[in-house]
């Protein structure tokens, strides 16, 4: 009886959680974002590092400038349904046996 109390709990909380008709925020923009963000601070954090030498200093600037330039691709979606092939029959299986064999 405790476990059917149980699961009864726990499916009214998970229905409560994710009610019919609730609107889920855009996977792709949201990660989109979260990209730009996280390239935008490692970049920033390059900047930060101290350097003496040139060498240093132009590897800082194309961290920094390749960190600001990378776009996350966009995903593809899925408008046009990929066309049914229908697989290639090489043998019907289980073989057939041989006239002779019985």
């Known amino acids: 009886m405790f476990v059917v109390v ?10 409560m959680v994710i009610k019919p008709g609730v ?6 923009a949201l990660s989109q ?3 730009a ?7 920033e954090q390059i900047s930060t ?9 132009g590897g800082k600037a194309i961290a920094a400038q390749t960190l600001n330039s990378i ?5 593809q979606t899925a408008a046009t349904p ?3 092939t229908s697989p290639a029959k090489l043998a019907p299986i289980p073989r057939m046996r041989p006239d002779w064999a019985g």
Do not use: K
């Not at 149980?6 to 229905?15: D, E, G, K, N, Q």
């Not at 590092?49 to 060498?55: H, K, M, R």
């Open 6 to 15: 149980r699961s009864l709990f726990w499916l009214t909380v998970a229905y």
């Open 23 to 28: 609107d889920f925020p855009d996977a792709n």
């Open 33 to 35: 974002q979260a990209m």
């Open 37 to 43: 963000a996280g390239s935008r601070v490692v970049a």
């Open 49 to 57: 590092i101290q350097c003496d030498s040139l060498q240093c200093i």
């Open 71 to 75: 776009a996350p691709p966009p995903l």
């Open 82 to 84: 990929v066309p049914e």
